[in-house]
């Protein structure tokens, strides 16, 4: 049990469906489940360390017992693979990359992957992050004093941006817009989850957008193939030190450290689109809950900005590592709002889990939006309250009590990535705006593939006068 001080009184709740008491009935959950599978979990769920529900199809398991994810995750990963469901939603039409693969593909690719996500690595974009940063601060300051945005579309072209310029370093070829909006249809098509679905249908009987995801993903194919071979023509043509530092090149350098192979074209061009996909919305998302907290709560507003106008200013060295304050509010976010909310695997062979017996195909569901607000491990778990990640008070938390990121071998590997990103990308804008939420905005969380707020998240913008505009070495 986590302790909390005197003061969590004062904090605030910010807006969650109220679960029900009694469990929801077949048709109503199927209908809350296309709706917005948040408004799914009943409240025993909340209190109970493992439950069990019959569907059409299988056994769900519902896992909220920090030991039993353990084993499920970490201890037996082996017998859990991810299901179809969960691959559908979040990998459509990339079978070929990180998210999808399973067994020895996967460990090559993993192996290949993982120095492009090592800490060094990441830390070298810290200045494409502040650049991308800056681009919002000058729209923003170009608008009106008190102009009204939305803020989730504007942290949806910054997180794509920062994504553009570390993968690609000078960005994505072509009409930018044209990109994501392709990007947009590629959500809205591989977030339908339908009745199909449910019922436990293969997956190789066509469902509805089939067309479109094909169409959508011929596009992104050609473009990332135009990038890749005009790359390929300069790491041929060009002295290492002189191609660009991006993950494009260490990409397409990269060779399996223990065979020595690189990886096929599909599997570059499956990777780009799973980064793109995988660390667009969700970080996006984080950012958009992060704002959206601050703005209703004064105190930690201005903890944040005391700490961005220190440490802004400093080295770009360790920039990430220093904003320490910023950093709580941005795990609270995504604490009370994973992006990823739910996880699910299937098992292979029958296992055991806190007693209960797990038949082959039994389908177990570990929802990081549960876990985060469970009864059994957090006081005051609805309550906004950073101080839970402040230093000193972080190592209570349990290793499997928090979870935003997944945990085990298919662990996010762009966790750091998207940390240090958000980090930093929250403590400029806070520090350099006022960011209000519309009188009439209806902040509502759906799951619709990641967290995100339902009809975006108005807010008005004014440029704040702290009498400095972006330091001067932030790239134009
Ligand atoms: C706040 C932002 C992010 C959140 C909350 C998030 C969450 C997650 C979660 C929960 C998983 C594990 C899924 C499972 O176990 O079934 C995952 C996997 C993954 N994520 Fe992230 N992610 C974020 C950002 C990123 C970024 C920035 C990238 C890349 C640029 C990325 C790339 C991936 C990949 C490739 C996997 C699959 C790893 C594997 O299976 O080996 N994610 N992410």
Known sequence: MLRIDGDIARTYCPP?????EEPLRLFRL???????????????????????VRLPFADAF?????????????D???????????????ANGLSDGLLSVEDARWEAQRRVLAPLFARRTVMSFTQAMLTAVDGVTKRWGSLGRGAMIDVAAEMALLTLNVLALTIFSDGIAGDYNEFRDAMNAYFAVIG??????????PQSVPRPGGGRLRRTMHYFEGIIDRIIDTRRGRLAALPADETPADLLTLLLRAPDPSTGQSMSLAEVRSNILTFLSAGHETTANALSWSI?????????????????ARELAGPLEGLADRLVVTRAAVEEA????PPIAALSRMAKDADTLGGIAVKPRGLIVIAPYVLHRHRLLWEQPDAFDPSRFMPGRRGTIGRFAYLPFGIGPRICIGASFALQEATIALAALTQRFDLELAPDAKVWPLQKITLRPENGLPMRVTPRDCGEGPPERFEE
């Open 16 to 20: 969650a469906p109220r679960a029900p």
């Open 30 to 52: 199927l209908a809350a489940l296309k709706r917005n599978p948040l408004e799914c979990w009943s409240a025993a769920f909340f209190r109970e360390p493992i439950a069990k």
């Open 62 to 74: 519902l896992v909220h017992d920090p030991n039993a994810i353990r084993h499920v995750l970490v």
């Open 76 to 90: 037996n990963a082996d017998n859990y693979r991810k299901d179809p469901i969960q691959r559908r939603i979040l």
């Open 192 to 201: 339908r989850i339908g009745v199909l679905d449910l019922l436990g249908v």
């Open 292 to 308: 959206f907290l601050l703005s209703q709560s004064p105190d930690w507003r201005a903890r944040v900005r005391e700490e961005a």
């Open 334 to 337: 995504l604490r009370l709002y």
